[in-house]
């Protein structure tokens, strides 16, 4: 094609580009064919030859939502973008906040690792654990979106498992209704965790405050508190949830979730 001249009338002759180098120059032409680098100026007369002119300096944002576009004549076009030109063409990745990590903690507010501490008994690998282990592993579940663990806890003659003649459908329908719960309802924190024997033999009652608030549109009532006391019976050895007293009118349709 045209050669173009400096200043010093020194000839630009043809160049050999490696085929990479090529791509990328390629990629860049297409870019900076949208913006006017460098304007012609007028030919003289009786020269073919274009000639350059002396530039007006204007910058441009390239970045990401830059609207600037130079159109005047004899202008020319300095491109800014974030990490340079060929970095942001080349670059796949996507700009924008780092995630969060997922905290490794136990949701019980034990301070422990979660596998280590609720996730023992979520595992089934547990069948010492103690009443306030079970309900701070209870609380964990719905937390987790574990209702499975919520049957696994209660005891089989809790009224939980009572209210079906089969008690393969009266699991299905606890797990249900755990599954349903876990779905709307956001458990924040348990606290004030208290244990006291019974008058029965293996039996244990264990009083505790929980922080929960409605999912979506519910939550914008705020945080509200259940206080529970809950009593746990043994049964082939194990401790295992068997129902739960309200000690506050605002827990009274949460009885017995954890």
């Given at each position: 094609g045209t050669r173009y001249r400096t200043s010093h009338a020194v000839p630009l002759g043809p160049i050999a580009?490696?085929?990479?180098?090529?791509?990328?120059?390629?990629?860049?032409?297409?870019?900076?064919?949208?913006?006017?680098?460098?304007?012609?100026?007028?030919?003289?007369?009786?020269n073919n030859t274009p000639r350059v002119t002396?530039?007006?300096?204007?910058?441009v944002n390239l970045s990401r939502g830059g609207q600037d576009v130079a159109s005047a004549r004899g202008t020319s076009v300095i491109a800014h973008m974030k990490k340079g030109m060929l970095a942001g063409i080349m670059d796949d990745g996507v700009d924008g906040p780092t995630p969060a990590p997922v905290s490794t903690k136990c949701p019980c507010g034990s301070g422990g690792e979660y596998d280590t501490c609720c996730g023992v008994l979520h595992s089934g690998s547990a069948d010492d654990a103690t009443p306030e282990a079970i309900v701070r592993a209870r609380f964990s579940a719905y937390v987790k979106n574990l209702p499975k663990y919520i049957t696994q806890s209660t005891h089989p003659g809790s009224k939980d498992l009572q209210r079906k003649d089969d008690p393969v459908e009266a699991v299905e329908q606890l797990e249900k209704d755990a599954a349903a719960t876990m779905k709307t309802v956001n458990f924040t924190a348990i606290k004030?965790?208290?244990?006291?024997?019974?008058?029965?033999?293996?039996?244990?009652?264990?009083?505790?405050?929980?922080?929960?608030k409605g999912a979506g549109k519910k939550g914008r009532q705020g945080a509200q508190t259940l206080a529970e006391r809950s009593r746990y019976r043994k049964h082939d050895g194990r401790w295992m949830y068997f129902d739960a007293l309200p000690l506050n009118q605002s827990s009274t349709k949460m009885e017995g979730q954890i």
């Open positions: 580009f490696p085929p990479v180098a090529c791509t990328m120059a390629y990629t860049v032409c297409q870019i900076c064919a949208r913006v006017p680098v460098v304007a012609q100026g007028r030919a003289g007369a009786g002396a530039p007006t300096r204007k910058t004030k965790i208290k244990v006291t024997d019974g008058k029965e033999k293996d039996e244990q009652f264990a009083s505790y405050e929980v922080a929960y």
